[in-house]
């Protein structure tokens, strides 16, 4: 028989060896010229869960709430002292703008390549690319060009029809919003958790928040000023609260829906993603004077169009995302888009968004939206410093107004 006390001590060195070999292999997979640093998060993850459940015995289970906290302290527990004289900032894993499809995970790679060959939208791409390169300047111009940013009118048909008289607000966009100077889009990303950035988000002269991102319990991290606020036709037709949440009443509404690949509106209201047009209007009779505008169903192909001819592979044949319309449409009304954690920052987690408790690494790499790609763009165009992004999770963008083409 073997003493108690012998066995602690042999489980001790086990537990010792085996921090020491994954210490060494991270190190290893460090030098090597490419390194994924998703996958390596998720492994380091993993690593550290087993680790975990060894030292708290089998049976034990982490509660998924504190899946945050294991990549907090993951990435401190492997920081080795011979890491230091470089600083976070070097070592740290910088979005790149040639990310491409090899980045994801093998997960994520499958949900791309399914969602090529189901190609819901029926989208046959006709334009130059893949892998048009242009300078940033030339970029900015081509989006300005070829995105239509407007919303649907009382004149476009249906929407001329007595079914619809009254319904559509009566003043353009252009004239309720903007122009502005200064302008943020707060992406709803978890790692906007504890990053104190309320102040300097609000320090805008217009901020743009999408779908059913809170302000109310998270002002310290998000702000509370809403100017925009964009959704999608699934959270206006499903979302049990719409109607009556006094989240939605602040700001201009925007909400969007995406048709067959460059239908026009009539096509569309035929047959669009979500028929969300009746909860549209019964938010319209509650709340006559607040701006509610439908975004033209071509925009976001538009858009599209210009991720898939500058990405070098195929990009997922849905449209983009909310985020990246937010962007686009802020560019438009005004002069620079400050845009937070839609890069990550370090403090990247696979949080999905800031006011829920759900994890999954897609929300940051994309599954249904070619997410990927919008954010080597956005990367690519990005004017401010990589510390920026860094510590802040901020990109800049100009607004298409102060560009010259
Ligand atoms: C899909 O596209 C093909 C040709 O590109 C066309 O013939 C077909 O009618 C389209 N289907 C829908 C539902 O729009
Ligand atoms: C953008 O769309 C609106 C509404 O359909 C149209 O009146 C306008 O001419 C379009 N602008 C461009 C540049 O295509
Ligand atoms: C609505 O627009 C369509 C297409 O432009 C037009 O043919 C129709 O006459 C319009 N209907 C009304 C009631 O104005």
Known sequence: MIPTNLKKKFSCCVLAFLLFAVISMWKEKKKGSYYDPLKLQTEKL???????????GPGSQSAPSSNTQDTHRGSQALHSPRDQPKTELETFQMWSKDSSSKNLILRLQKIWRNYLSLNKYNVSYKGPGPGVKFSAEALLCH???????????????????SEWEGYLPKESI????????RCAVVSSAG??????LGKEIDDHDAVLRLNGAPTANFQQDVGMKTTIRLMNSQLVTTEKNFLKD???????LIVWDPSIYHSDISKWYQKPDYRFFDKYKSYRRLHPDQPFYILRPQMPWELWDIIQEISSEKIQPNPPSSGMLGIIIMMTLCDQVDIYEFL????????CHYYQKFFDSACTMGAYHPLLFEKNMVKYLNQGKDKDIYLL??????GFRSIHC
Not at 46 to 56: E, H, N, P, S, Y
Not at 344 to 351: A, E, G, V
Not at 393 to 398: D, N, Q
């Open 46 to 56: 993993q690593v550290l869960r087993g680790l975990k459940k060894i030292a708290m």
């Open 143 to 161: 989006l300005r060009d070829q995105v239509n940013v407007s919303m649907v009118e009382a004149t476009d048909f249906p929407f001329n029809t």
């Open 174 to 181: 252009r004239i309720k919003a903007g122009p502005w100077g």
């Open 191 to 196: 790692s906007l958790k504890f990053s104190q």
């Open 246 to 252: 006094s989240l939605y009443n602040e700001g201009i």
């Open 344 to 351: 990550p920052s370090k403090r990247k987690t696979d949080l």
């Open 393 to 398: 999770g901020k990109a800049t963008l100009p």
